[in-house]
């Protein structure tokens, strides 16, 4: 962490611009292209949060998708069965998704480094293997189907997918902010720190289980909270969003927009949601293409493309 | 009396299945500390391997060798090519496996198409035993005796020959293990074809019990995650024993709380997590 950082001049600017283009686009793109990006950015609210455990706190935590999962299907849940307004659903796809991570965080945090990973997985995979099972409760392989949009008591139609794609915007901004927050605070920096040297942060005194277990339940709250969103986006809520495709594609995410970046994360997002459904309509093959965008990442982008864009601004530098 | 012997027996010979797949799982990690996702693919391509072995020749035993060499080549060339260089990368292994296990996921579905499949057995595999009340069926007890055999074979390997002294020593520190003469890079090219060959042999025998599908790869992993996190990662007694735990409870899980099926793997993880973080026979 010692090294000189690369100027950051251009940064305000470019969210600025960034900021500008997410709110006046959508409403002239095709609407394709706005569904698309209202799911990028659910996903990024969830790659983001996981980047705090991955790239800020050094946890290879995998299992990200089962709190992603049960923050869907709480609203899935609330929605058809007790036709609960949106305020409610947020509240308890957050609380479901954050207590239940809360519950299960002792496992993995007993262990560490590649034991943590595989617990994680296993342990979204016991989520995923409840949603396909609990047929009463899930609807098992069928899902739930019809949520409706929320409504709002707006004057705006959340069926119409510009309006959608706003309240979903709104929602975004505020995560990034509080993500954001978060990393800047000393907590973040303790996470940090962690990452970097447990040791030495132990030596001066800092609970460093206690650090980890909060950000594990931080960041199951958010991917909650992107749960719930995802389950209106969606309309549909199935097992398939916890499996093991949904958990590595979230890791995927992380890496290829480069660990240790909110932006990074958030990019990653943008990237993969829009190559998968990309692909899809030209080819049959799209797995093929992400395996190949998996194996490529893995050999060749490890820190991701804000790590190669790093390398990059460097060697213009000079040394 | 006799819903607990049959539940028992299925128990048993649905170990006899994880032990396989876990097994090769185990000796993986323990050696390369990777979690191979493509491990569900190497027994689903030894499945499809065998299965187009006797719809060609016929011939049971024969489909049990050519996919134990075909997938235990793949299994050689993809960590000759792909993993060598990344150890100690936990993140970017698991990229590289979940890459494979797509691309084997789609080619399969390509060359055998989408259809569940089922392997023809020979006849006298396909009766059952009496024995008082009780009806065994010989596939199983065959599955169950081939598991037991592969496990005493594997446990003399590797504790009592020369070879397998070199694997624990590389197990356990590899490093030093090199230092000391010992091909580490070739031990792990083995020890993952043959770990990669063992979850193609359980392919074959899983699709003759139980038929293969496309995603069945994915649906199988928690199984092998569960099996050598009970057992402890890296130990061939350990995958035994999580085997018999996972096989007994899952059994008995969808017999009588079929809701919670897979639920019921949590709670032996949770237990033996909250005991021993490595597991029954893991080292600290």
């Known amino acids: 962490m010692t090294e000189r950082r690369p100027s950051r001049g251009w940064m305000l600017p470019g969210l600025g611009i960034l900021l500008a283009v997410l709110i006046l686009l959508p409403p002239i793109l095709p609407t394709y292209v706005t569904i698309l990006i209202t799911q990028s950015l659910i996903f990024a609210i969830v790659a983001m949060s996981l980047d705090i455990l991955i790239g800020y706190t050094g946890l290879g935590a995998l299992g990200h998708a089962a709190f992603f999962a049960i923050g869907a299907y709480t609203t899935a849940i609330l929605v058809t069965k007790h036709q609960a307004p949106l305020s409610s659903t947020l509240l308890w796809s957050i609380v479901s998704a954050a207590g239940s991570s809360a519950a299960v965080a002792f496992l993995p945090l007993r262990a560490s480094g590649i034991y943590f990973l595989m617990i994680t997985l296993a342990i979204s995979m016991c989520v995923w293997g409840l949603a396909y099972r609990w047929v009463s409760l899930t609807g098992g392989d069928n899902g739930i189907t019809g949520i409706p949009r929320p409504d709002l008591g707006l004057p705006w139609a959340m069926n119409d997918a510009v309006y959608f794609y706003y309240l979903i915007l709104v929602f975004f901004l505020i995560c990034t902010v509080l993500l954001f927050l978060l990393i800047r605070s000393p907590f973040g920096k303790t996470l940090v720190g962690i990452r970097d040297s447990e040791t030495r942060m132990k030596v001066l005194g800092y609970n460093i289980w206690l650090h980890k277990y909060l950000a594990f339940v931080i960041a199951g709250a958010f991917a909650g909270l992107a749960g719930c969103l995802y389950a209106y986006y969606n309309s549909f809520v199935g097992p398939n969003d916890a499996n093991l495709g949904i958990c590595m594609e979230l890791l995927l995410m992380v890496i290829l927009g480069g660990p240790g970046t909110l932006f990074g994360a958030g990019l990653g997002a943008f990237i993969i949601t829009f190559l998968k459904n990309m692909v899809s309509v030209y080819t049959e093959r799209w797995l093929m293409v992400m395996a190949v965008v998996y194996i490529l990442t893995a050999l060749y982008a490890p820190d991701g493309i804000m790590g190669l864009l790093k390398k990059f601004q460097k060697r213009r530098q000079g040394p | ?284």
């Open chain 2, 1 to 284: 009396m006799e819903f607990w012997v049959n539940q028992a027996f299925n128990g048993i010979s649905y170990a006899a299945l994880l032990f396989l797949l876990g097994g090769g799982f185990t000796l993986i990690f323990g050696v390369m500390k990777i979690v191979n996702i493509a491990h569900g693919s190497f027994y689903l391509m030894g499945g499809y391997v065998g299965y187009t072995v006797v719809l060609l020749t016929g011939n049971f035993y024969l489909a049990f060798l050519v996919a134990c060499c075909v997938i235990g080549g793949l299994g050689m060339g993809m960590e000759r090519l792909f993993l060598r260089g990344l150890s100690g990368q936990d993140l970017r292994q698991m990229l590289i496996t979940m890459g494979i296990a797509l691309f084997l996921q789609d080619l399969s579905l390509v060359i055998w198409g989408g259809n569940p499949l089922n392997l023809a057995i020979p006849s006298y595999l396909s009766q059952s035993i009496q024995w008082g009340n009780f009806y065994f069926p010989v596939l199983r007890i065959f599955m169950i005796g081939a598991a037991a055999a592969l496990f005493v074979v594997l446990w003399w390997f590797q504790e009592k020959t020369k070879v397998g002294a070199m694997v624990r020593a590389a197990v356990d520190n590899a490093e030093m293990s090199e230092g000391l003469g010992i091909n580490v890079p070739l031990v792990t090219l083995g020890v993952f074809g043959l770990g990669a060959l063992l979850a193609g042999f359980g392919g074959v025998v899983g699709c003759a019990f139980m038929g293969i599908y496309p995603g069945l790869d994915f649906e199988l992993l928690p199984y092998a995650f569960v099996v050598v996190i009970i057992g402890g990662m890296g130990s061939l007694p350990g995958a035994l024993v999580g085997s018999l735990v996972v096989g007994l409870i899952d059994n008995f899980g969808k017999a009588l709380f079929p809701e919670l099926s897979y639920f019921t793997l949590f709670a032996p993880m949770a237990v033996v997590l909250a005991v021993r973080p490595t597991g029954l026979f893991g080292k600290g």
